[in-house]
């Protein structure tokens, strides 16, 4: 079902006007140099029409022929200078324009990244895309051409007035009665019509958000038949921007008939005052032709600085919701102001934890726990338990509402964001491949790598067995997020990419989820060489992989409710015992004796799901988090 439309946000521009200024500043020298060509773009553009007095009242009237060359060469002379002044304008301001798009994208994708987990969990892709692209592209006219056109336009309508009053002040006068009748209801439009301009920017980034999310599930929507439905989706998406579209066509076009209306209507003033003044000899033929190419400098420039203040209106409106994100706290703004290079080792604790998404729902409660350093803790319980948020925090993606986490003493919150990260190896259980080889994937852990240490890297993970079949080898495009691979592929390329990290702490999140149990049983070593000596962290789908571990965390409703060894948990014959019973009877039924007589329960339904009872067991079986 297609989002609801947000109600609409009026432009802060306040607020949204220091980033224009800063912009602008940036490049003062580029636009003071094209104020400069403008001028005399501007001044040169004053010569045709200043000159048709003299060519029709001297040279024609007077029958002056002496006057003829020197008018050509004057108009000549000035067309060149506007013709090579456009073209110097349109190179220094135009390339100026795309320089500050390209710096400002720049920064705002850099913004981007190094905002918190929670701010991507709750903003749809497509709309950050359209913040990097579409609205930085508005600057342009604030830094390329458009604010230029827009003080020449000021500046050629402001003489050009002046002129005309000169020329003649009752045809002035009348003139202005107009184009002031005219400016307030182009005001009016464009007031009315700017939201709509800001409105199209929100519905389009929900519309290419959710293509993007219905193409990036292809197979999804494939086995579940829903083409239908997206193509439903989208229609309505796609119609919200017709309409959308449609009303400021609808709105640019009146404008346009009343430019029609108002600029006829000056003609026909202007046709029968100046009429009466020549026939009454208060005007030449020469002064009415000159006034009526004015009259052409004054309205033109109105036409157009009324479209470009709506381009810079709109400017301002992508500036003002560029500003949402620059001002959205980063991860590490307060980095600087911590110790550099402090050392990431020791042990890890959690003390007194308590964590919540939603206000009032806690996930985690009084977690505290020690994880030696060079060990391994596996954490185990049923879907909603907390798993998955605790590995969280030891990623530093969220922080502990109550409590703290310490590495090696140092509390967590007081290292820096990247330098930390730079410690971590992690392995999830859906892990994201990029569009490139898988020794582009590999080596992303770490950048430089040598050949030789990603098929080292690759050796332990068990790469080598599927990549020697590929004709391009490590030079095999995985597509994008990996498609091309299977999930076992993708799973030992993860493990791969972590392994050549050598980090110093080891998430492995269901690492092994995605694997067959012979290719299982071929990385266990390679694992188990991965976490040695390396403070580890595991989530585990089969309880019988993480037998080994140092110390097993069952975690239940956000707490702790068991901890040990593998024993020794099956020793106290409580919540561990009972998860590892039920998964070892399932495995058990299923795999040990496949041939034994086996009569199933009779389907229920629950909710309105048709349910059996391997599905009833869904609570026991730890593939979920």
Known sequence: ??????????????????????????????????????????????????????????VIGNKNYDLIIPLALAQGGATLIQAMSSFALSQIISVAGQRAITDLRRRVQARVLRLPVSFFDATQSG?????????????????????????????????????????????????IAFLAAFGVAMGYAFKTLRPVFRERSVISAEVSGRLGQAMGGARVV???????????????????????????????????????VIIGSVSVVLSVIGAKAILAGTMTLGDFVMYLFFVALVTIPVVQIASIGTQISEAFAGLDRI??????????????????????????????????????????????????????????????????????????????????????????????????????????????LFDGTVADNIAFSKPGASMEEVRAAARVAHCDDFVSQFPDGYDTVVGERGVKLSGGQRQRVAIARAILADPTILILDEATSSLDSESEQQIKAGLAALRSGRTSFVIAHRLSTIQSADQILVLEGGQIVERGTHTELLAKNGRYRQLYDTQYQLEHDQFINPGEDFTPEPPKVQGGIRTTPATQLSDFQLTDR
């Not at 060509?37 to 029709?56: C, D, E, H, Q």
């Open 1 to 58: 079902m297609a989002a609801p439309t947000p109600p609409k946000k009026r432009t802060d521009y306040a607020k949204a006007w220091p980033e224009a200024r800063a912009l602008m500043w940036t490049h003062r020298w580029q636009l003071a140099l094209g104020l400069g060509i403008m001028l005399i773009n501007r001044a040169a553009g004053f010569v045709l029409p200043a000159s048709s007095k003299t060519l029709i009242d001297e």
């Open 323 to 432: 500003r949402e994100i620059m001002e959205t706290p980063t991860e590490d703004e307060h980095d600087a102001a911590k110790p550099a290079d402090t050392p990431i080792g020791g042990d890890i604790a959690f003390e007194g934890v308590g964590f919540e998404y939603r206000e009032g729902t806690p996930v985690l409660s009084d977690v505290s726990f020690v994880a030696p350093e060079g060990t391994t803790t596996a954490l185990v319980g049923s879907s909603g338990s907390g798993k998955s948020t605790l590995i969280s925090l030891i990623m530093a993606f969220n922080r502990p509402k109550t409590g703290r986490v310490t590495i090696g003493g140092h509390d967590l919150n007081d290292l820096r964001v990247r330098e930390y990260r730079s410690h971590l190896g992690v392995v999830l259980q859906d892990n994201f």
């Open 222 to 260: 494939k086995v579940y038949t829903a083409e239908k439905r997206e193509e439903i989706v989208f229609t309505k998406g796609a119609h919200r921007l017709f309409r959308n579209v449609a009303r400021t066509i609808t709105g640019t076009s009146a404008i346009g008939a009343l430019s029609n």
């Open 127 to 175: 709309v950050l895309i359209n913040r990097v692209l579409n609205d930085a592209e508005g600057i342009r006219n604030l830094i390329g051409t458009g604010i230029i056109q827009l003080v020449g336009g000021v500046l050629t309508a402001l003489v050009a007035l002046g002129v005309l009053f000169w020329i003649n002040w009752q045809m002035t006068t009348a003139t």
